[in-house]
Nanobody
């Protein structure tokens, strides 16, 4: 049974830091691109950071460049998102994603990429609130 379980969310003040973790099971993570998406209140889900499965290249959405870092540990079957310099606009529910397709990191984060049940795996999300 495939499972992705996010943790590490919470309430943090502007300028603070959080590290999100995604623990996976039920599939071989080595063969999957991975990523983090977020959905802010009243907005559609968007790709925040993604890492390709082929060469480990990464993509970040413009607003988080230089502040967020995605990483993976295939041995631990985990994906991480280190978030520094958090801003109120970073508030939202953060979802972990795994996708077996070969593509650039940017394509893996694209909202235009069709997602199919049974192919793209999602966690249930962890909430991040940035407020003073």
């Amino acid at each position: 049974q495939v499972q992705l379980a996010e943790s590490g969310g919470g309430l943090v003040q502007p300028g603070g830091s959080l590290t999100l973790s995604c623990s996976t099971s039920g599939f071989t993570m080595d063969y999957y691109a991975v990523g983090w998406f977020r959905q802010a209140p009243g907005k559609e889900r968007e790709g925040v950071a993604c890492m390709s499965k082929s060469d480990g290249s990464v993509f970040y959405m413009e607003s988080v460049k230089g502040r967020f870092t995605i990483s993976r540990d295939n041995g631990k079957r985990s994906v991480y998102l280190r978030m520094n310099g958090l801003k109120p606009e970073d508030t939202g529910v953060y979802y972990c994603m795994a996708d077996p397709r070969t593509g650039t990191a940017q394509s893996m984060c694209s909202s235009d990429l069709p997602r199919y049940a049974g192919m793209t795996y999602w966690g249930k999300g962890t909430a991040v609130t940035v407020a003073s």
